[in-house]
């Protein structure tokens, strides 16, 4: 008896310490993921991200710096962030981000460390990156033919992703492809993008394009919605199955008879998903950002190049957390800088 009373007073402890850290919203939200861009600047220039002409770049003073990012992802993590997600811009476009992850792996509580990528400059550095345990790496591939490829990136990168792609299932990574679904652009290269689960054990994502490129909506209407897509797919592969669906996913996911991977749509636009959204984004500028479609709301740079400590600094993020918009639209509603949204490559993703 009294041994079970221990033990039931150490759980309590455990749980109100717990409770205590953890970031919950205002809506009952757990939040645990953070999706951290590391630069703004990329190689490509693809069609649903930015505009030809690219966007106007941070100069780097202006960037968070290597230390600045440890220092809010340990902040974060003692706050209950247990994953990190990498992305830009182009991660690797930023010199040093080997030395990067190495610290952030060996941060106490991040539990995963995952990498969004283009793959044009990613393969030389995939063995060190299994060595350091990053977890998975999703690979942005939206054709599967060279010149639609060329045509939607606006470069000739073609060979070196398609490297990228066989040297991570080598290295025995956990894979994610993401193909962004545009109307007049990439239509014909669904099927075969989603062919690539037939025979390797890759996650295939097919995601509705937003107006995140810098230039506003290509489009009056969004026509190939999530149900749009799964119809597509469900034309040539009827037996197409759902699978059970994670509290937290973004993706709606299936499998495919007789395919070794699995395939999912994100309503990314439809955003049918903010209900059990447990993700906070910062951008390469140190811009806190609650939900995709709003235009930041904490200044986190600011706050640590005035010397603010972690206390402050944790309390600015509570209060932010616990003032959170219920979805992206009333988030996109309520956004203070009117007009086109910004580039998906300043925004991180």
């Avoid at 717990?18 to 009952?28: A, F, R, V």
């Avoid at 861009?37 to 290597?66: H, S, W």
């Avoid at 995963?112 to 400059?121: M, Q, R």
């Avoid at 010397?307 to 918009?325: L, Q, T």
Wanted: proline share 3%; charged share 25%; aromatic share 8%.
């Amino acid at each position: 008896m009294k041994e079970t009373k221990l033990l039931n007073r150490s759980l309590f402890s455990y749980l109100s310490a717990h409770y205590q850290t953890m970031l919950i919203d205002n809506h009952g939200r757990e939040i645990n993921y953070l999706r951290l861009a590391v630069t703004d600047r990329c190689n490509l220039r693809c069609f649903y991200c930015m505009p030809e002409t690219g966007i106007n770049y941070l100069p780097k003073q202006e960037l968070l710096t290597y230390e600045e990012i440890e220092r809010l992802i340990t902040l974060l993590a003692h706050m209950g962030i247990t994953k990190v997600r990498l992305t830009g811009g182009e991660p690797f476009v930023r010199r040093d981000l080997m030395k990067l992850i190495a610290r952030i792996v060996d941060i106490p509580g991040i539990n995963d460390l995952h990498l969004t990528t283009n793959g044009v400059l990613t393969a030389p550095h995939l063995p060190e990156l299994k060595k350091l345990g990053v977890s998975s790496v999703n690979l942005s591939l939206d054709s599967l033919n060279r010149d639609r490829f060329n045509s939607i990136t606006r470069s000739n990168g073609f060979a070196e992703v398609m490297r990228t792609f066989y040297d991570l299932l080598d290295n025995d990574f956990s894979v994610k492809i993401n193909t962004v679904v545009m109307e007049d652009k990439n239509i014909e290269d669904i099927i075969p993008i989603l062919n690539l689960t037939k025979d390797y054990p890759v996650s295939v994502r097919f995601i509705e394009e937003m107006p995140f490129n810098g230039a506003g909506a290509h489009y009056q209407k969004l026509h190939w919605t999530h149900t749009k897509i799964l119809s597509h797919i469900k034309e040539s592969f009827p037996g197409i199955t759902p699978l059970s669906v994670q509290t937290d996913a973004t993706s709606v996911r299936y499998s495919i008879p007789g395919h070794i991977g699995d395939v999912g749509i994100i309503a990314a636009f439809s955003r049918t998903f903010c209900g059990s959204c447990n993700r906070l984004r910062i951008t390469a500028k140190g811009d806190l950002k609650t939900c995709l479609y709003d235009d930041g709301v904490l200044n986190l740079k600011e706050l640590i190049r005035t010397n603010k400590d972690d206390g402050f600094i944790e309390e600015k993020i509570r209060y932010a957390v616990g003032h959170r918009f219920l979805d992206g639209f009333i988030a996109e509603k309520e956004r203070k800088k009117k007009g086109q949204l910004e580039s998906m490559s300043t925004i991180g993703g």
